[in-house]
Each structure stands twice: as C-alpha cells, then as structure tokens.
C-alpha cells in the first residue's frame, strides 16, 4: 500500500551560493560523510550536493513531516557501495527521528518499501520519493529497497 509521496526542485545556482558562503558548516548539516564523499568524487560538488538535497526534501515531504518533529537531513540519505563494488542503486534509508517517524507510518507485521529518482537539468535538480508498506519478509528485491536501520 501506498503511504507516502514526496517531490522537491531545487536551484543548484542556489545551493551553490550557500556552499560559497558557509562551506563546511552547510555540508555538515545536509550530507552524510558517505554522501559527502560520493559528491566529492563527481566533477560538480555543487550540482551533487544539490541533488541530494532535493532528494532530503523529497522523503521528508513522503514522511509528511518536513523537517520537524525531530527528523533531520542526516536522517534520510542515499547509501552506496564502495567505489568500484557493483554498480547498483544506491539505497534510500532512514535513521534516527526519520526512522521513528517511519516506524509509526506502519502497522504491526509490516515493513516499508522506499523507492526514488533524481534528475537534474541545470539551474534545477529534482527528486522524487515513495513509500509503500508491504507484509514483513515480502520486501521485493532490487528495483525497489527495502529499508534498514543504518
Ligand atoms: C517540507 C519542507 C521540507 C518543504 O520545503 P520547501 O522546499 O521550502 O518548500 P516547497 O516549495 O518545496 O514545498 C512546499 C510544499 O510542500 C508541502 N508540504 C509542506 N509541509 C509538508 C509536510 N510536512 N509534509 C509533506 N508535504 C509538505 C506543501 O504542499 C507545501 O506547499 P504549500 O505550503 O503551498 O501547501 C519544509 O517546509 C520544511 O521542512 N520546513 C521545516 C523546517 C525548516 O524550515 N527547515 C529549514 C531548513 S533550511
């Protein structure tokens, strides 16, 4: 069943201009050190970095919390391989405030399913996320993930 939807555009232009000004400090609060690095290993860290955030963006809106009651930018992120493992999709998961929120989203026996896409075509990046609850132990496999703590 379907529990949540979340979409964002975002101004890589934007984004940029907050990077220039506050730097390490933006990054810190948006990126998780995996992400940070991933967006590290593209040509434009800016472009990168704002994908993500609309990514952020997008599962907060699917969590219909925004970033409220608890749920951080930390909290929900994308998960990747080491460079050089499998090219595969990288995970969307959900840890602190995002994951208790997640948690009371679902009923007794189930678990939940995420699933997302990002796209950007500059100045714009966008996001989309879903949210699907499914019984327990039937999470489908590698087209859609299913989410673990992290
Ligand atoms: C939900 C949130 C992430 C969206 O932020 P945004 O990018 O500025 O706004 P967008 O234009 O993309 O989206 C706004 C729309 O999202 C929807 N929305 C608002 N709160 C929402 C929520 N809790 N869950 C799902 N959708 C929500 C509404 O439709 C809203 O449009 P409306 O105000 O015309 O009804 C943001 O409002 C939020 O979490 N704010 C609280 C914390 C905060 O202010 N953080 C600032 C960090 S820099």
Excluded at 72 to 93: H, I, N, Q, Y
Excluded at 94 to 110: D, H, I, Q, T, Y
Aim: charged share 30%; aromatic share 8%; with cysteine.
């Amino acid at each position: 069943m379907l529990i949540g939807v979340g979409n964002d555009i975002v101004d890589i232009d934007r984004i940029r201009a907050v990077l220039d000004r506050q730097g390490d400090r933006f990054i810190e609060r948006i990126l998780r050190p995996g992400e940070r690095a991933y967006c590290e290993r593209r040509h434009d860290f800016a472009a990168a970095l704002a994908r993500h955030y609309a990514l952020k963006e997008a599962a907060v809106k699917a969590l219909g919390t925004g970033f409220r009651y608890g749920v951080g930018w930390r909290d929900v992120g994308l998960e990747r391989l080491a460079p050089g493992a499998t090219r595969s999709k990288p995970r969307l998961t959900f840890e602190g405030g995002a994951l208790r929120r997640v948690n009371a989203m679902l009923r007794e026996g189930e678990a939940v399913v995420a699933d997302w896409s990002l796209s950007d075509e500059p100045p714009y990046a966008t996001a989309y996320v879903v949210l699907f609850a499914t019984d327990r132990g039937t999470e489908p496999g590698p087209r859609a993930h299913s989410v673990a703590p992290s």
